[in-house]
Each structure stands twice: as structure tokens, then as C-alpha cells.
């Protein structure tokens, strides 16, 4: 979207949010965000309605990653817009006039739409991977990400969740069969691996003594493709934990495959999905 369509979209909020509304109904059509049923019933004169199945009551954002920020349609588009602008949280913060923990918040909920858009997001939520708002966080906080691989092919990038590699598979190719491996920070990355063109992880597992280094020069997956793009961007933060790993890693995989396009319209339409059960 240009910058003069975007700027008639949010000049006002009922067009903000009619915009919105487009990519929540397909045709306008509502259902029961819970049971799909089409049968519904207006709710007290106002924008709510009760399902007449199931008797769940909800409004057009109900059990939507967009509702588990207060945005109205017009925030939540320019935060969308900064957002695909890679513009720092703390700027966001200002431009938005809303707190820096909101705006951080409002980072988060984007990155977990776009992870469930992921065809690897069941995997993920199994490995413990909270989906977002309105589902209950996963018991405790583990000390390591999932391990992903990466996959170069013709300028698209997948990252690849691998469930049967864990952090001490990763270590035990590297002592025992001389899988080289780099870091930044606490991200670990490989050479290429079988079909893959690294493998990435970040946990304390990967660190289990000061004698383990991850120090390896010059891998493959460095110079050009996916990982000598994202390797950029992470270095730009200040540290990534395992838990917000994932979101980073599809977050980017997205930005990467979407580089000869605009970022705003599928991440408009990641933010209007349902949030997973998981």
C-alpha cells in the first residue's frame, strides 16, 4: 500500500475499521469464532452477538491476535506500518503516544500471528510455543529454543522447526562427527547439515561449560541467503532469548521472502487471524 492509499485508510477510524473488518469476515459474513455457526443473534443494540449453537457471545475482534492489545483501527495500522518499517520499539512508543512496555506488547502479539501463519506453527505450539492472547501460557519458561533448520531455495528461505534435534543433538555433531559452529550472542549456527544450509538454535544447553566455543570462521550460511540477512538484523538487538527466538526467526523469514514486496497487508491480515488453541 503507498503511502496516499494508507494515509485515506486511517483519516479516519470507521474507515480504519472497515479496513480491518475486510480481512476478519470474507464478504462481510460473520460466524461464531468458537463452533463456525452462522446463525447469530445481536447482543444489547450494540456490535456484540451471541451465537445460537453454542451460546458464546463475542464481537468482530473476539478471539483475534488484535484484541489482545487496547488498539483502536487507526493505532493498530500505524503501529502495523512502523512495524513493517522496522522501526525500534521505543520510537514506536512515542510516535503512538502509548507506553514503551505497550509498544513492546503490541511487537509481540505481531510476531506470534505471523508464527502461526508458519506451516511448521502445530510443531512449534507442541514444543511450547505460547500461540498468544486469550490461550493459557505453557507451564514455566524452557532454557532452549526449538532447533530450526534453514533452507536457501531460489530466494525463498524456510526455517524449518526440527523436533527430533535438540541442543545436545546439535553439541554431539559437533563433538563427535565436527559439525563447525558459530554464535551470536547466544545463538548458535552451523555449517550445512544434510539438506540444510545450517542449523540454529539459542539455549543455555549450547553453553554447558566455558570450555564449549562456538568460534568456528567463515560458514557457508554467512555470506549470502537467509541467515547473512537475519544475522544482521539479530545482531541490531540488545540479546534474543530462547523464548522469543521462534518469533524473531519467522518474523524474519517472512521479511525475507516478502523483501520484493510490501510487508503490510500480510501482516495486517497475520494480526486479524484467530489465535490458535495451540
Not at 503512538?96 to 513492546?104: K, N
Request: hydrophobic content about 40%; glycine content about 8%.
Amino acid at each position: 500500500m503507498d503511502i496516499l492509499a494508507f494515509n485515506d485508510v486511517v483519516s479516519s477510524e470507521t474507515r480504519a475499521r472497515r479496513y480491518i473488518l475486510g480481512f476478519c469476515w470474507k464478504n462481510h459474513q460473520r460466524f461464531c469464532p468458537k463452533c463456525r455457526e452462522r446463525k447469530l443473534y445481536p447482543v444489547d443494540g450494540g456490535d456484540r452477538r451471541r451465537c445460537a449453537r453454542c451460546g458464546y457471545t463475542f464481537h468482530d475482534f473476539s478471539r483475534r491476535f488484535l484484541n489482545g492489545c487496547a488498539f483502536d483501527a487507526r493505532r493498530w495500522l500505524w503501529f502495523l506500518k512502523l512495524f513493517e518499517l522496522g522501526v525500534a520499539p521505543a520510537d514506536m512508543a512515542a510516535q503512538l503516544g502509548v507506553t514503551y512496555a505497550t509498544a513492546l506488547k503490541a511487537q509481540d502479539i505481531a510476531r506470534r500471528a505471523v508464527l502461526a501463519q508458519a506451516l511448521d506453527a502445530p510443531a512449534l505450539y507442541r514444543a511450547g510455543i505460547w500461540p498468544g492472547p486469550g490461550v493459557p501460557r505453557p507451564q514455566g519458561n524452557g532454557a532452549d529454543s526449538p532447533v530450526f533448520g534453514i533452507i536457501d531455495l531460489n530466494g525463498m528461505a524456510v526455517c524449518d522447526v526440527l523436533p527430533e534435534v535438540t541442543p545436545n543433538t546439535l553439541l554431539s555433531f559437533k563433538f563427535n562427527f565436527g559439525l563447525r559452529t558459530a554464535a551470536l550472542g547466544r545463538v548458535v549456527y552451523t555449517a550445512p547439515y544434510r539438506q540444510y544450509r545450517a542449523l540454529v538454535c539459542c539455549g543455555e544447553s549450547l553453553w554447558p561449560s566455558r570450555l564449549v566455543r562456538h568460534d568456528d570462521r567463515k560458514l557457508a550460511a554467512e555470506v549470502t541467503g537467509f541467515w547473512s540477512f537475519a544475522r544482521q538484523r539479530l545482531a541490531r538487538l540488545r540479546g534474543v532469548t530462547p523464548a522469543q527466538f521462534p518469533l524473531h526467526l519467522k518474523e524474519l523469514e517472512l521479511r525475507y521472502n516478502q523483501r520484493e514486496n510490501e510487508l503490510f497487508e500480510p501482516v495486517v491480515r497475520a494480526v486479524c487471524g484467530f489465535v490458535p488453541d495451540g
